[in-house]
């Protein structure tokens, strides 16, 4: 058995959002230890979540998923569960926001991607991007949290907010390799 996501509300607020999110994330990872299936309903649940915003809808997130270090090259990050088109299937610590992410152990708020140095560019349509590092409390990073939307300044402070929390949900909740 596994959990329903709630039905949403389209005029809810970005922060009501997330915080809607965070139970829900809450109750998929319950008893589930297993990385990848709990980054992959994750994906979904942003992803769709996050489309069903009334302030996305004219011009949408258009990618929501994970790229997880290589465990074969520490300074790699390889992609992951997600939801939307097809992705780049590497990228390098240091290339893109991605990448700025996984050297900074920072999250990257991104209103305009053609403005970032190094930007990598998987789906044209993408104009902003927000990237959440998760990271273990060893100090090692393990992968990352990347959405993009087709709108510039598609993400705010109750983005960064709302996806670091659940970064922390991600961490304490997952068997990591």
């Known amino acids: 058995m596994h959990p329903t996501p709630s039905v949403t509300n389209p005029n809810r607020t970005k922060k009501e959002f997330y915080d809607d999110l965070l139970d829900e994330v809450k109750a998929f990872v319950d008893g589930q230890r297993f990385w990848v299936t709990n980054l992959a309903n994750v994906a979904a649940l942003i992803y769709h979540g996050l489309h069903s915003l009334e302030e996305h809808k004219s011009k949408p ?27 780049c299937t590497e990228i ?30 998987c789906d044209s349509a993408s104009n902003s991007e927000i990237v959440v590092p998760l990271v273990l409390p060893s100090g090692k990073l393990i992968g990352v949290i990347d959405i993009d939307c087709e709108e510039l300044e598609g993400f705010n402070d109750d983005d960064k907010v ?7 949900i991600l961490i ?4 990591w390799w």
């Open 61 to 87: 997130v258009n990618w929501a998923g994970f790229y997880v270090t290589d465990p074969t090259n520490d300074q790699k990050l390889i992609l992951g569960p997600f939801q939307g088109k097809v992705a």
């Open 92 to 121: 390098l610590f240091g290339k893109g926001v991605c990448g700025a992410a996984a050297v900074s152990q920072e999250t990257q708020v991104v209103k305009n991607v053609h403005e970032f140095p190094s930007h990598i560019a």
């Open 162 to 168: 709302g996806l670091e929390a659940v970064a922390k």
């Open 172 to 175: 304490d909740s997952c068997d």
